[in-house]
């Protein structure tokens, strides 16, 4: 039996229009194998949506997956309604198909980090590990 | 008392009688905040969770169980927008298993949750079972009482997808629903003993499948009625929006039974015996666990049953009673 212990929790979302979740899939599996409680929302979700899952869920931290394109405009969003709502300590990763000269500009609007395709899960665990340690 | 909540990712300290007091107000954030506090048995629980108590006791809990797959998420989901249009206010606990190996999750129920979206009259949390049996997690249902306290109309409780014994959640809701779908079985499946005996409501979900009459049929004959309230048998197809209105309209039902019969004072108070014998125990057990960890006494005591000098049985009533080694 494993005991009631502190448990890093992690909100994996998938903003926008593009049905592309196989990766979103992935990283929920390797967080819950890395022994986080993952909540995965879905597909089709607004910012508003998964900003609303995050406060009710009290996630340490949220992973958006984004194929589309649209990441520049729907990132940031999630970010700016968490600060609004009082749950700016509530850390955002980014990951998906996103351009090398994209990530600074994220990183600038408040997502701590991209993850683009060929990224070690290691490196994500490793990333949502430090966030659940309040880093 | 320790006031602060341990900062559990850098944020800001609230206090417990702060989050109360926002609780109180309908502060969601403040709700989720005090259900981790709860989950994680952080020590500020048992202080939050006795300010919380006072303000409970309004809402209608009710439990969902059944086999996984067969629709829960789904069904909830349809009654959380029924619910609303009757300008209720909804939560909902939905649990999940916990990994036995890795102690990890993946919750899963709020995909099928997803239309009620930022509606502030909702609120949805997913809990993992952390390595409690029977259906549910340890802190469902203090974690019930917060949203209780959140102004709560009425709270859904989704178990983990159950399989023929998981019946605990029956001894916690107010109305308990157990969930079937067509094709799973025939007439000796529903004659079995364990969930087919603590339904208060049951649904025949995935009715579009067809043949759901056979199961309707098995499930009227065996029906055992509890506080003399006969079960009512609901047909729906959750993802048409079928049969939703009666499903809703049968819970409403046997809430108003359990209110004009004084049922629901009566399982108020076998509820209340399970939950102090529940916390005694685990008051107990934590002392056990504290004594163990006190070395030399116990050390002695291991090496004496070792030794025969001591059976282990009355090793274990000194454990526990070292001054009265002839306690029962």
């Not at chain 1, 000269?101 to 990333?127: N, S």
Request: hydrophobic share 45%; glycine share 10%; charged share 30%.
């Amino acid at each position: 039996m494993i005991p009631i212990a502190k448990k890093i929790r992690v909100l994996i979302a998938k903003p926008g229009l593009d049905g592309h979740d196989r990766g979103a899939k992935v990283v929920a599996r390797a967080l819950r194998d890395a022994g986080m409680e993952v909540i995965y929302t879905g597909l089709r979700q607004t910012p508003e949506d998964i900003v609303e899952a995050a406060i009710q869920e009290d996630v340490d931290a949220i992973g958006l997956s984004c194929l589309s394109g649209a990441h520049m405009t729907l990132f940031p969003e999630v970010v700016k309604l968490l600060k609004k709502r009082k749950s700016g300590d509530i850390l955002v990763a980014g990951g998906g198909i996103i351009p090398e000269e994209d990530v600074p500009k994220l990183k600038k609007a408040g997502i701590k980090v991209v993850f683009g395709p060929g990224t070690p899960l290691r490196d994500i665990v490793a990333f949502f590990e430090t966030a659940g340690k309040g880093a | 008392m320790r006031e602060a909540v341990p900062a559990r990712k850098g944020a800001a300290h609230d206090s417990v009688s702060d989050l109360v007091d926002d609780l109180l107000a309908g502060n969601k954030r403040a709700a989720a905040k005090l259900i981790s506090l709860i989950e994680d048995d952080e020590p500020e629980a048992t202080d939050a969770l006795a300010r919380i108590f006072p303000h409970t006791g309004r809402a209608h809990v009710v439990g969902f169980t059944g086999p996984p797959g067969v629709g829960k998420s789904s069904l909830i989901n349809r009654l959380v927008r029924k619910y609303r249009s009757r300008d209720r206010k909804v939560g909902v606990v939905a649990v999940d298993p916990t990994s036995p190996y890795t102690g990890g999750a993946v919750l899963g129920d709020r995909i099928r949750m997803a239309d009620t979206g930022v509606d502030p009259g909702v609120f949805i949390r997913s809990m993992a079972t952390r390595g409690h049996a029977g259906g549910l997690a340890l802190a469902t249902f203090d974690a019930v009482r917060v949203l209780d306290a959140l102004g709560m109309d009425i709270v859904f409780v989704e178990t983990v997808g159950a399989g023929q014994s998981e019946v605990e959640i029956a001894t916690r809701a107010h109305t308990t629903v157990v969930v079937e779908m067509p094709m799973t079985g025939d007439a000796v499946q529903t004659m079995k003993a364990g969930i087919l005996e603590i339904g208060d409501v049951y649904v025949v979900n995935k009715a579009d499948l067809g043949n759901e009459d056979v199961l309707v049929a098995n499930l009227k004959f065996q029906l055992t009625a509890r506080d003399g309230w006969i079960p009512s048998v609901i047909r729906t197809a959750a993802t048409e929006g079928r049969g939703i209105d009666e499903l809703a309209d049968a819970l409403d039902r046997h809430a108003a039974y359990l209110d004009q019969t004084g049922f629901r004072a009566k399982r108020e108070v076998a509820r209340a015996r399970l939950e102090i014998l529940e916390n005694a125990q685990r008051l107990l057990s934590r002392r056990v666990a504290n004594r163990s960890r006190m070395g030399r006494a116990f050390d002695a005591l291991a090496e004496d049953v070792a030794a025969r000098r001591l059976d282990p049985h009355a090793a274990a009533r000194k454990l526990l009673w070292p001054t009265r080694p002839r306690e029962k």
